[in-house]
């Protein structure tokens, strides 16, 4: 971890630590509220619940301190993709998609955008470069991809982007801002999913948008306020709380990661390994140069889709479970998502468990299915 990043982890947990006097609660307290007092002019105060909302104002601090830039946040990190599309995008822009990326990115800008008449192309994310980025209003990327784990060079992409005159969009939800900073490398947006490891404990439906330019930040919270997609305040203080341990536990997923993903290179039942901490993995250079850490997610093959599910279900410290970045280790056969990949391919999320103990139980399980 860099020293900005322990400044970072070490001041998240005490933002509110000068506003607070004498007898006041430490922790955040939960305001449950549709309506505020409001007599005679109000401006500057809470008055509605769809416009403000004390708890969704620490949360938006709490990001807002981790991303160096301000933040909006949204009921999940689909509702703050959403967000940046229909308030910045118009019929006759273009947009540029991974291809290999979430595919409910892929279904909102096909199904959903194409009817207002934006125009959507998608390329892979490992060859994201080739091709330039002249003609594109907004240009969004996924790295490390999920599932598949390809990087492409962000601060390439982003230099690329704005030469061609369009803005970049980084969906950073399997890094988080302790593992890698998109703004710092020249995206003008950064979307995530805080459903996963920014809360935590997989209890809560998030997302949130941040950027340094300000136009941008007022008109994703303008189209928030009056389109209605607005988070509810306990789900703001859920995430409130689990930010809170986000340092600790990323740093625990991601080491028990980089043990686990170097077992699982030796074991004979697995193949077609990727993990950006491998020195061996195509993405590991690029990995270094833009990633503060390498993650907690690793996928890899094996062999059939009897074999992947007989793993994950057969594995007793394995939920099988879509998302990830919870405390408990989670895998999943991505196909049946609707993925582009093999029968037998398995995204795995380290979880918290002790390493030691977490791999003997995938060791096992490998051992039983055979290689």
Not at 13 to 25: E, K
Not at 296 to 315: K, M, V, W, Y
Request: overall charge negative; proline content about 5%; charged content about 20%.
């Amino acid at each position: 971890m860099t020293n900005a990043s322990s400044s970072r982890a070490a001041k998240l947990a005490h933002l509110r630590r000068a506003r607070l006097s004498v007898g006041d609660p430490i922790p955040l307290p939960l305001t449950m509220a549709a309506i505020f007092h409001a007599p005679g002019d109000a401006t500057g105060f809470n008055q509605y619940g769809r416009f403000s909302n004390p708890t969704w104002d620490a949360v938006e601090e709490m990001l807002g301190h981790l991303e160096d830039a301000p933040c909006v946040a949204f009921p999940s990190g689909m509702g703050a993709i959403s967000a940046v599309f229909f308030a910045l995008l118009k019929s006759g822009d273009r947009i540029l998609l991974p291809s290999d990326g979430y595919h409910t990115t892929r279904i909102l800008a096909d199904r959903f955008l194409g009817a207002f008449g934006v125009a959507c192309d998608v390329r892979p994310t490992s060859s994201f470069l080739d091709g330039g980025f002249d003609g594109y209003r907004l240009v969004f990327v996924e790295s490390p991809s999920n599932p598949a784990l390809d990087i492409c060079d962000i601060a390439a992409v982003a230099a690329a982007v704005h030469k061609a005159g369009g803005q970049l969009v980084v969906d950073n939800t399997t890094m988080t801002p302790f593992g890698q900073r998109p703004l710092d490398l020249g995206a003008d947006i950064v979307v995530a999913a805080d459903t996963k490891a920014p809360n935590g404990h997989s209890d809560v439906l998030f997302g949130h948008v941040a950027s340094r330019n300000a136009e941008i930040v007022t008109a994703v919270a303008e189209w928030r306020q009056n389109a209605g997609g607005i988070p509810g305040p306990f789900e703001a203080w859920l995430v409130h709380r689990g930010l809170e341990t986000l340092e600790l536990r990323f740093d625990r997923m991601c080491s028990s990661a980089e043990v686990i993903a170097q077992r699982l290179k030796q074991h004979s039942a697995v193949s077609g390994l990727r993990y950006p901490g491998l020195a061996d993995d195509p993405s590991h250079n690029l990995a270094r140069a833009q990633m503060e850490r390498f993650g907690f997610l690793i996928s890899f093959d094996l062999g059939s889709e009897e074999r992947a599910e007989d793993f994950i279900n057969g594995c007793e410290l394995i939920h099988a479970a879509t998302s990830f970045g919870g405390v408990h280790t989670v895998a999943e056969r991505r196909l049946r998502r609707g993925d582009a990949v093999t029968p037998g391919f398995v995204r795995l999320s380290v979880g918290c468990e002790p390493v030691e103990e977490l791999w003997a139980a995938i060791e096992a399980s490998l051992d039983r299915i055979g290689g």
